[in-house]
């Protein structure tokens, strides 16, 4: 069912209250989600981006109680990953001669996917424009590596929307479309967790292009993304949000993760979120069990961290392979400005510690020297050593 974005717009998506998780099982899905697409209905008719492609035969089907697809002028792709082209192909089956337009790069990753390359691709780039009638026309800004090397966002003037693809976006399911009619804290939450999980290795970039953009002057009223909440009230808010996160983001927090076998770990774990509360009242503590708790709500909250302390008993002179596995993930994530230390106890050799420094260093973070590290089973003078290491974390 069609909704009404604005004028001659409309959301023709997926609505995908089942989604449990994305990128195959790499990004859970807590709050279902969307895959935003597109309908503009000018002189030109346009479609902007498709679905994924286990529901590419009801977009398909949705798409014509919509359109009669012959009278489709052009698809706009603004970005090849197939969670908003997967339905392309089926589409493509019923008008094999519509001209797609789309980056250079999206040809490459669209041809890779679907081994299609008679389509009619149209190159664009930064600036080029399509006058599709009635006096508006669509603007094209690549994004590069916001998040692919082919992403970019097309802007239509005229009605002042910019349709901005996975920027600004959130795995969340939005039944009414709307970010101000959104619950505010699952949407916000979810736009910080798709920012710290997704585009947060780009940060340098987004800082980039948001200042490109915004030297464009271009009047935004809709900034339609291509998952999640579509924002109309006030929609630099959620650009300025971006601003300030892909500049090393911090609030005042601490994250404390950790996995243990026998509990000797988790104990040090507790005390070091003990001592950093009664350090620093003010200071926002957070404790997760690596091995139980969701990993990228891990990362959300490490985003939204000052320091973090992490932790694991040492096992086959390494560390526990749920914590080596969270620490490979945490190097991808890239964060800035953050500090960390290291804790776990051990039975014999103790190379733990040092395994979990090596790795956080790689991460990015600066370790700190206080660690808390434990033969057996923590002593009440070695938990103590948790003042020196929240001390560290806190300075
Ligand atoms: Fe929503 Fe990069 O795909």
Redesign the pocket.
Known sequence: MHKLIKNNVTWVGKMDWELTS?HGADYSVNNGSS?NAYLIKEGKNVLIDTVWGPHADGFVENLQQEIDLEKIDLIVIN?G????TGALPKLMERIPNVPIYCTANAVKSLTGQYHHPEWNFNVVKTGDSIDIGNGKSLVFVEMRML??PD?MATYMTGDNILFS??AF?QHLAVEELWADLADPCTLWEEAIKYYAN?LNPFSPLVKRKIDEVLALNLPIDIIAT??GAIWRDNPAQIVEAYYKWSQAYQEDQITIAYDSMWQGTEKIAHRIAAEVAAQSPSTRVKLFNIATTDKNDIMTQVFKSKAIAVGSPTVHQGILSSVSGWLEFLKELKFKGKKAAVFGCYGWSGEGNQVLRDGLTEAGFAVVAPEIKCSWNPLPHELDRARELAAALLE
Request: net charge negative; proline share 0%.
């Open positions: 994305f895959q970005h990953e197939t969670d908003h998040h692919w992403s693809n996975d976006g997704i291509s998952h």
